[in-house]
């Protein structure tokens, strides 16, 4: 693979950039692989790239039905922090973050890693309590966090309004090495290190089935032809359920429809992440500009990739409010996104009933911050069968009832 | 005994394009039971004076407005000093029978939006559909008002009460006053 | 030099002349005119700077679809960045300053970057500034940001006011050209309900220009006779509305849409709301949106005076404006003719027609050439020449590679590089779009349409929108789905006339996706596709060439169709040049979505009313004004506002919280508890009921009795608790939590509706009916008995007991309950003398020592009883074993909600954390949240913990730290200290004690 | 922005009167019930990709809980019903198999 750096960029444009490689192959399904991961998003490929970086498994096929990176990976608001209460977060998050950290190094991408800070902001009494309680568990966790007052949070965002007549700002949760990253550029950047290490990232290639012998799996069928696999991930947020159907299995998981949307963009004028949980609203500014706006999910099971725009207005209300200035800029994009949410709104990072085959889904809103965790422990978890930073994350603890509530820290998600 | 109270003591506000009064304090009964009992018909006749209404209807005439608010649910309302008297009438009528009547005149607040923008005002703050043609005189309708529940219906062409909870009186007041403001006519309906 | 002609301009009312600025620049236009047509008017063709390499960039087209001239438009609340001078309506006193330049739009430091273009590719910033790390946080990334951007920020509150309007009707036709008047004629008049919105200021649209140009006729009349009667008919029906400056700006799902009304835009100073944000709910949706013009690819294509053919003559025809003395008209197709036929008959000159296509065209060609013009067929443009304005063309064959033939001096080239059907709104939803060779456009696949809540197809697209590019097949097609429309909404439309239609046909049009065909890098590196986000066709071809052969891909890659006009240009031309680059057919290729909304529009009407007061309801008890009146300091809890104390002057909150705490516990203090939730629950199965919803037997109690109670949920988390009393044999009141009122009541009903419906109960939500004051302390009774009206003697009212009647003249229900460990009643009155009652007992009480106290003394004081708190000992994660409830956990019962839950093994595994008191060694106060922490860490390298602070306080009444925590088996490890690292850098020690820190046998309750 | 036709009040209700139940008659495990079962009452989900049925509470309304049939892909209705009642009626379920047949859902079909 040539090496992306200022000289490649200087020999080329003086050459016309005619010496440009394809950024990852596109090759034709062999008739087998070691593992095969379906879905080449960001989970699914960092998955496939930690397999080959840490254990040295290559022969590996990544099948993506659509084109890679399209789905929640291409969709999200790009928010990557780690400051989650209960430990199991804590720890695959921090994880996914300190990897970000030096990702554009590690890859050679440019993945945009922008440790700009997160804020959660605390608008209530029970607020702030639940962010205390996460800055101490934090502290205990390694995940720089700290709770800070309402005057800092001026200091940090001049264009937020304190005093609201509603909720004023009591202070934030705020940590400092949270930011974002050009999300299409971590799918990019991964599928181009995959690539580069002999792996198969195979677009428009639907898997239709899963061909098991016993308990045991042994390969997928696909719109391109059967096959073989000795262990198999799925990591397909959105459709896990379906492709648990074909394995003969179900997964506690429900596919919600979940909205963004940005502004036309204007001059810097916020440093930071600043989400509002109390109103419902989160709101950042891309490199380019736009200020880069989430909230809530629909409540009701939806394929469509198509969301109600009520909650774009309760979102862009909150939002209104908290940063007065917003009022005259104008929304250029609203889209809407797949997602799978447990009955804990936890991930499940899990082996399954069947032999061979992991799940790696129910990320809801949350899972662009943890891609290189996730990837990091789920490739563990295939590899060697089992990994700390997923053991809590199974599928079966809702049967034993030891769930992972986050909600107990923050009211939405993202 | 002090006087009762209204949420905000009966304000009004006009210099919008519609007028707009808190009324009451207005006497009101949730009354549940089983609309097809006959018996229970009867009692709400006698106590009430008027007929049980249909779906999504309201009866009204002189002091007493019955209004259907669920398959099982009424709300009556009468002069604040009634309440009383019809509670215990509809209690003993209804002595043996499954069924509850409860005093929730102080629970709401009721407003009243006049004037030919009236229904404009309405439209600006709830989804249900209020062309002149699909919501008449003798109809109600309990749905949601920007961000709270009520229920209204026209007391006349062109005048609206509306019931909500109490308190947010002073929010759907400063809803409707926003929804009235001068310059802000629609010219649709 | 563009600017104003003599005559001509439509749209203007040149009785009304007004002023405006440019960047400072005093300037004047007329009433009627654009923003943009009048800074054309005042020869400014210059008016902005591009994203990326800020070169300059000029007007190029006259509606929605302008890219390049957007403005910081206003001043202080008004100020807004922005604002597309092509859709801004002229008034006196406007301000308008260009964007995206440092110092000026002349001189623009950031225009170095257009000398790297050569490096500054597609992906340039994925392969740059990976190294040395810290330098993209510190150096690469705020440089970047700086030169992105465009409009200013605004710093001042909006100044405005928005709202919204909702809306039921048959059919909403969008688009209010020939095609949207006659589909709405059509459906009008079989009597549905239709509303046509017109997102610009005038009816009757493109055609208005174009067909007098062409001498196209209506029914043997100018078009603009056929519009203004098919508009006056529309007006005169009562179920037909019709609004300009109205967009439909989003399709959604179930036939709901949005619309965007521009009121007070142009005439800032009108009363009433700036923006109304239109939710239409429609059976049939017909899209009458037209179709836009493509520009063509050309190496400086992009230089101002560089603009669509349409837009030229707009210009011409409909502000009276000329954009340039000498224009040079390029085109793949007829309709540029037009352009070329209006300079010409408006006195300019118009040197050469350069026609792509070997053969030419047809009528309108031969119009053109009667007039003089001179056309070079199968001609193309090598270069434009000039960098802030056009100053001349080099021209070259098209199916060359850019040889140059002649150089022609003009000021403006008029581009045309074909139509494509505007298909957003028909997209939104689902709608699928087929690629149409002869004209090559993607229209709307009728066959694959957006589906509403029956399955059924619910947009219909008419007209140009629909890929009906001649004006008589426009009509036609209106006319059809018009009625097809009102047919679907359950009317009985009757056939109406379309009138017969006379307007030249054009000859076929040639795709033409690069000019010249041959174009070697040095030109296809300066032939723009996305004039705003500087993408050009080496771009594309570079994606293709790096593998990123989705559209979605090249798209992202590229940021291709990403600017603030999301590719309404540039997206069909960027297709085609990737499609060639794959060597593969446009359709093969497909599009990118497209989403809402059609173009940008106000945050402040998306928010509308719901600012300020009414941005959220605040719930008010009826003694709201006396707690403001008595200086409360204000706590949210859910919707409601709580007193958290009641700081007197010169005090602080904290002391105000202990002086209330000691003063209740001394002497009397009142609390206003309307907030606590009410409901009744009757019926001859209540009792069973409420066995059930909680984990006690409340059948079994007794009527006059109270008996507190435990919700949890069916996955046997605690949710809520309250005291219960049973009114009568088959009537219980059920308190809740303030603010859970609302969902225990849905709770209960959601369980008697969907699970136990056969079950006779019947439940109501009293909450707010009463008011509700805590009368606690020693001195509590004396000023009950003081107010008088009834026995509230220990004999006649005890411990958990309620009774009925009448205190101090107000009908009442006391309750004899205590949070606080106090002697302590909790009275109901009607709300509607809520306020009188609390102020009779301050006066009666002041001899008693009457203060009333908030929710956080209610907090310690609960807390120094050792009573839990839902929210504070609750998390959602803790069942009612935790907190050794056990005694409220009925052992009768085979089941309760949360029963079967509580059994799992994880819930009763004996290692969870269990609730005790913890009592710092010395004296201070735990930190909130802190954990305490065992030896040794996890397996992800995390300290182990071994229990948290749950509610922490400085109790007044013993004068030290107390806290509630769950900690390991701590009711096993009384006496046991344990370490609270806190996140001050402090280590906090803390002794394992019993919760109850305060009059552990409940004397003072009891008295 | 759906709209769903309450079987109780007769509105044809916006979506932002409508509080969103989750999947359908669902069977209530208590006390007694194996660990499996109880996990599949509480968590274990359809989640299909098309037909669904799901509960529903006009919740800025009448109040009142009633049944939907709809496709998750589509957004299509295919109607509502009472909420007193465990399996879907006939009518529906034939309404389904005109327009999507071969459909089923957990038992039904």
């Not at chain 3, 208005?208 to 043997?220: H, N, Q, T, Y």
């Not at chain 3, 059609?598 to 009313?609: D, N, V």
């Not at chain 3, 010395?922 to 802190?930: E, I, K, M, N, T």
Request: negative net charge; proline residues 5%; charged residues 20%.
């Amino acid at each position: 693979m040539k090496r992306y750096s200022a000289f490649a960029i200087a020999r080329e444009g003086l050459r016309q950039h005619t010496g440009w490689e394809r950024a990852w192959a596109s090759p034709e399904p062999k008739s087998s692989y070691d593992v095969i991961i379906v879905g080449a998003g960001g989970h699914g490929l960092a998955t496939a790239y930690y397999l080959g970086k840490n254990f040295g498994i290559t022969n590996v096929a990544i099948l993506e039905k659509g084109w890679l990176g399209g789905g929640n990976t291409g969709r999200n608001t790009t928010i990557i922090r780690s400051n989650y209460l209960q430990d199991s977060s804590a720890a695959i998050y921090e994880k996914a973050r300190s990897l970000y950290e030096t990702m554009s190094q590690d890859l050679n991408y440019n993945v945009m890693f922008s440790p700009r800070g997160v804020m959660m902001l605390a608008q209530t009494q029970h607020e702030i309590r639940g962010y205390q309680r996460t800055a101490h568990a934090n502290a205990l966790q390694g995940v720089s966090t700290e709770f800070i007052g309402p005057e800092q949070v001026k200091k940090l965002v001049p264009i937020i309004n304190i005093d609201g007549p509603r909720y004023p700002v009591l202070g934030a949760l705020w940590q400092p090495r949270g930011g974002t990253a050009r999300h299409d550029a971590v799918a990019w950047g991964y599928a181009r290190a995959c690539s580069d290490m002999g792996m198969h990232v195979i677009q428009k290639c639907e898997v239709t089935g899963i061909r098991r012998e016993g308990d045991k799996v042994v390969g997928v069928d696909t719109n391109r032809g059967a096959i073989d696999c000795n262990k198999l991930g799925v990591v397909v947020a959105g459709h896990s359920g379906q492709l648990a159907d074909m394995a003969g299995f179900r997964l506690p998981l429900e596919s919600v429809a979940l909205q963004a949307l940005v502004s036309e963009p204007i001059k810097p004028c916020m440093d930071v992440v600043v989400m509002a949980n109390t109103v419902h609203g989160y709101m950042s500014q891309s490199d380019k500009g736009e200020m880069v706006i989430g909230g809530g999910t629909d409540s009701f099971n939806n394929f469509t990739q198509r969301g109600s725009f009520h909650h774009i207005e309760e979102t862009v209300r909150a939002l209104v409010e908290t940063f007065p200035m917003i009022s005259r800029l104008k929304m250029l994009r609203q889209w809407g996104g797949i997602v799978d949410v447990t009955g804990d709104r936890s991930p499940i990072l899990s082996k399954t009933p069947v032999d061979g085959m992991f799940v790696n889904c129910g990320w809801g809103t949350g899972g662009f911050k943890a891609i290189p965790g996730s990837g990091w422990g789920f490739a563990e978890l295939i590899a060697k069968g089992d990994s700390p930073l997923c053991d809590e994350f199974s599928m079966f603890r809702f049967r034993e009832g030891k769930f992972i509530d986050e909600s107990v820290a923050a009211g939405v998600a993202h | 005994m002090s006087e009762p109270v209204s949420a905000l003591g009966g304000v009004t506000w006009a210099d919008g394009i519609a007028q707009i009064a808190e009324i009451g304090p207005q006497g009101m009964i949730t009354l549940r039971g089983d609309f097809d009992d006959p018996e229970f018909r009867v009692a709400v006749k006698n106590a009430v004076g008027l007929d049980m209404p249909g779906q999504r209807a309201v009866q009204m005439s002189g002091e007493n407005t019955l209004c259907w608010m669920s398959p099982d649910e009424l709300l009556v309302l009468c002069p604040y000093g009634d309440v009383a008297a019809m509670l215990a009438a509809l209690t003993s009528a209804l002595a043996g029978h499954h069924a509850l009547a409860v005093n929730v005149s102080d629970a709401r607040a009721v407003f009243r939006v006049t004037g030919p923008y009236a229904r404009e005002i309405m439209a600006k703050l709830t989804p249900a559909d209020l062309a002149p043609d699909a919501f008449k005189t003798g109809m109600f309708r309990r749905t949601r008002m920007a961000q709270v529940p009520a229920a209204f219906f026209l007391r006349e062409t062109d005048s609206f009460e509306i019931v909500c909870f109490r308190s947010v009186a002073q929010y759907m007041f400063d809803l409707l006053k926003t929804a009235a403001q001068p310059g802000s006519e629609v010219g649709y309906f | 030099m563009s600017t104003r002609l003599a005559k001509g301009g439509r749209f203007l009312d040149k009785g009304k002349p007004v002023t405006f600025t440019f960047n400072g620049k005093r300037l004047k236009g007329y009433e009627g005119d654009t923003l943009a047509s009048a800074l054309l008017a005042n020869g400014q063709v210059m008016v902005g700077r591009s994203f990326k390499y800020h070169r300059p960039r000029g007007i190029v087209a006259s509606g929605a679809e302008e890219p390049n001239a957007l403005m910081n438009h206003g001043a202080g609340g008004t100020f807004e960045p922005n604002q597309r001078a092509t859709t801004t309506e002229l008034y006196d006193g406007l301000q308008a300053g260009s964007q995206n330049h440092w110092p000026n739009l002349e001189f623009d430091v950031g225009a170095i970057n257009a000398g790297f273009s050569r490096f500054l590719t597609a992906g340039f910033y994925y392969k740059m500034f990976i190294h040395p790390r810290p330098l993209w946080k510190h150096v690469y990334e705020p440089f970047i940001r700086q030169s992105a951007g465009l409009g200013k920020a605004p710093k001042e509150q909006d100044a405005d006011t928005y709202e919204h309007f909702n809306v039921n009707v048959d059919v909403l036709v969008i688009g209010g050209g020939i095609a949207g008047l006659q589909a709405a004629l059509a459906a009008g008049k079989s009597g549905a309900k239709v509303l046509v919105i017109e997102q610009t200021a005038h009816w009757g649209g493109r055609a208005m220009v174009d067909e007098p140009l062409a001498e196209g006729r209506i029914g043997g009349a100018p078009v603009d006779k056929f519009v203004e009667e098919t508009r006056a008919a529309l007006e005169k029906m009562p179920n037909v509305s019709m609004r300009l400056r109205l967009m439909g700006a989003g399709v959604y799902d179930h036939g709901y849409v949005l619309g965007y009304e521009r009121l007070t835009d142009h005439a800032p100073t009108a009363a009433g709301p700036r923006h109304r944000l239109w939710r239409i709910r429609a059976k049939r949706i017909v899209t009458a949106t037209g179709a836009i013009e493509r520009p063509l690819s050309f190496a400086g294509n992009d230089v101002p005076g560089v603009m669509l053919a349409s837009a030229v003559r707009d210009y011409v025809v409909n502000f009276g404006v000329s954009v340039g003395d000498r224009v040079v008209v390029v085109t793949n197709n007829d309709s540029a003719y037009l352009t070329a036929i209006a300079m010409k008959k408006a006195g300019l000159e118009v040197p050469c027609i350069l026609d792509a296509r070997p053969e030419g065209g047809g009528a309108l060609m031969q119009a053109a050439q009667d007039l003089g013009i001179p056309v070079e067929t199968g001609k193309a443009i090598a270069k434009v020449k000039g960098t802030r304005r056009v100053t001349g063309v080099a021209i070259c064959v098209q199916a060359g590679e850019g040889a140059v033939l002649k150089e022609i001096a003009c000021d403006a080239v008029a581009m045309s590089g074909g139509w494509s059907p505007v298909v957003h709104l028909w997209s939104h939803c689902g709608g699928k779009l087929t690629w149409d060779t002869g004209h090559a456009h993607f229209r709307p696949d009728v066959d694959n349409p957006p589906r509403d809540d029956a399955g059924e197809a619910f947009v219909i697209p008419v007209g140009t929108a629909n890929g009906a590019m001649h004006i008589a097949l426009a009509l036609e097609d209106a006319e059809m789905s018009g009625r097809a429309a009102a047919k679907a909404a359950g009317h009985k439309p009757k056939p109406v006339a379309t009138p017969d239609v006379t307007s030249p046909q054009e000859a076929a049009m040639e795709p033409v996706w690069l000019m010249p065909q041959g174009a070697p890098y040095e030109l296809r590196m300066k032939a723009w596709l996305d004039f705003q986000n500087d993408v050009k066709v080496s771009d594309v071809q570079l994606a293709a060439q790096e593998g990123f052969e989705s559209v979605e891909h090249a798209k992202r890659y590229t940021t291709l169709g990403m600017a603030t006009d999301q590719g309404k240009l540039s997206n069909i031309n960027g297709l085609a040049i990737l499609s060639d680059a794959l060597g593969q057919p446009i359709p093969q290729t497909g599009t990118t979505t497209f989403r809402p909304p059609y173009t940008p529009i106000s945050m402040g009407a998306i928010a509308g009313e719901a600012r300020g007061a009414v941005f959220q309801p605040i719930r008010r008890t009826p003694m709201q004004a006396w707690h403001d009146a008595h200086g409360a300091d204000w706590e949210p809890v859910g919707h409601w506002r709580r007193p958290y104390a009641y700081p007197r002057s010169s005090e602080s909150v904290h002391d105000a919280v202990m002086r209330e705490v000691k003063n209740t516990r001394q002497a009397l203090g009142l609390l206003d508890a309307s907030t606590l939730g009410k409901i009744i629950v009757k019926g001859p199965d209540a009792g069973r009921f409420l066995d059930m919803m909680y984990t006690n037997m409340m059948s079994t109690l007794k009527v006059g009795k109270c008996r507190y109670g435990l919700m949890c949920s069916e996955n046997g988390f605690l949710t809520d608790d309250g005291v219960v009393a049973r009114i009568d044999e088959d009537t219980w009141l059920c308190h809740t939590t303030s603010g859970g009122a609302d969902s225990v009541h849905g709770h209960m009903e959601e369980w008697l509706q969907t699970e136990w419906w056969d079950w006779k109960v019947y439940t109501a939500n009293v909450t707010e009916q009463y008011a509700q004051i805590a009368v606690v302390g020693p001195n509590a009774r004396k000023v009950l008995e003081k107010l008088g009206g009834m026995d509230v003697s220990k004999e006649a009212l005890g411990f958990m007991e309620w009774k009925e009647g009448e205190i101090a003249g107000i009908p009442a229900r006391a309750f004899r309950i205590s949070f606080s460990g106090e002697l302590s009643y909790e009275i109901a009155v009607p709300a509607s003398q809520g306020l009188a009652f609390w102020e009779a007992l301050m006066e009666a009480g002041a001899e008693f020592g009457a203060m009333p106290y908030g929710t956080e003394a209610l907090h310690i004081m609960r807390a120094e009883k050792g009573f839990i708190m839902i929210g504070d000992e609750t998390d959602g994660t803790v069942i009612p074993q935790d907190l050794g409830l056990h005694w409220a956990l009925s052992k009768k019962k085979d089941d309760y909600l949360g029963k079967r839950a509580q059994e799992r093994s994880h819930m009763a595994d004996p290692t969870r954390w269990k609730l005790v008191g913890l009592e710092t060694v010395d004296g201070a106060v735990l930190p909130d949240g802190a954990y305490a922490v065992a030896e040794g860490t996890n397996a992800n390298g995390q300290r182990n913990v071994q229990g948290r602070v749950t509610s922490t306080y400085h109790s007044p009444t013993l004068d030290r730290g107390i806290a509630m925590g769950l900690v390991l088996h701590g009711p096993d490890r009384m006496g046991e200290v344990i370490e609270f690292p806190g996140v001050d850098g402090k280590t906090y020690k803390a002794k394992i004690v019993d919760p109850v820190f305060y009059d552990k046998d409940g004397e003072k309750q009891n008295v | 922005m759906l709209i769903l036709h309450c079987p109780y009040c007769g509105v044809d209700a916006d979506e932002t009167e409508l509080h969103a139940g989750g999947e359908a008659h669902v069977k209530r495990y208590g006390p007694g019930s194996s660990d499996a079962e109880f996990e599949s009452y509480l968590f274990v989900r359809e989640n299909p990709k098309g037909v669904h049925f799901e509960r529903w509470r006009h919740a800025n309304g009448c109040g009142k809980w009633f049944h939907a049939a709809r496709c998750t892909s589509t957004l299509e209705v295919f109607g509502t019903y009472s909420a007193q009642t465990t399996e879907p009626p006939q009518e529906i379920k034939d309404k389904i198999s005109a327009k999507r047949p071969g459909w089923s859902w957990r038992e039904f079909a």
